[in-house]
């Protein structure tokens, strides 16, 4: 049985092909690792924040799909040089898969990934500081929720997989 290739758009290829900002980040001042509850991949942050809370530079290590990797590139390209706040608020999945130019809508999850590791990144650097500015909400956001932590993602799955083998 073949398999019809997923209609994804020239600058999505592009950037699968020749993602920006790919790879460890030694120095980050943060780093978030999240799992996508509906197909298992997972994905990491990397920032470095500067002491007024500029992001300074991001990276990421993507074991995700085409559409992953372009738009975590996309998110690291946009979040350079915004505050904490103007990355937290401006990026939204929906920003993002308009940035790659769309997505096929059984890919959104993919730039939801994306989004809910940067947001994770931006929530555990004010957890470990111990202090929460006023702007971030004590409720995960959208994103956040569907971008889970490794364990979580794990129990998950294996409940999943468990359920599966039941039937
Ligand atoms: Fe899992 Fe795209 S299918 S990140």
């Known amino acids: 049985m073949s ?3 997923l209609p994804y758009n020239p600058k999505v290829l592009d950037l699968f092909r020749n993602p920006k900002n790919l790879g460890k980040m030694e120095d980050a ?5 999240a799992g996508n509850p509906s197909c298992g991949d997972m994905v990491t942050f990397y920032l470095k924040i500067s002491e007024q809370e500029i ?3 991001a990276s990421f290590e993507s074991y995700g799909c085409a559409a992953n990797i372009a738009t975590s590139s996309v ?3 946009m979040v350079k040089g915004l505050s904490l706040k103007s990355a937290w608020e401006d990026l939204t999945w929906k920003k993002v898969t308009e940035a790659v130019g769309g997505l096929p809508s059984i890919k959104f999850h993919c730039g939801v990934l994306a989004v809910g590791a940067l947001k994770r990144a931006i929530r555990m650097y004010f957890e470990k500081k111990g202090t929460a500015p006023s702007w971030l909400p004590q409720e995960h956001t959208f994103e956040e929720k569907q971008a889970l932590e490794e364990e979580e993602l794990a129990r998950r799955l294996t409940k999943r997989l468990k359920t599966e083998e039941e039937k």
């Open 3 to 5: 398999r019809t290739p």
């Open 29 to 33: 001042t943060v780093t978030a690792v």
């Open 55 to 57: 992001i300074e530079k």
């Open 75 to 77: 998110v690291t390209e």
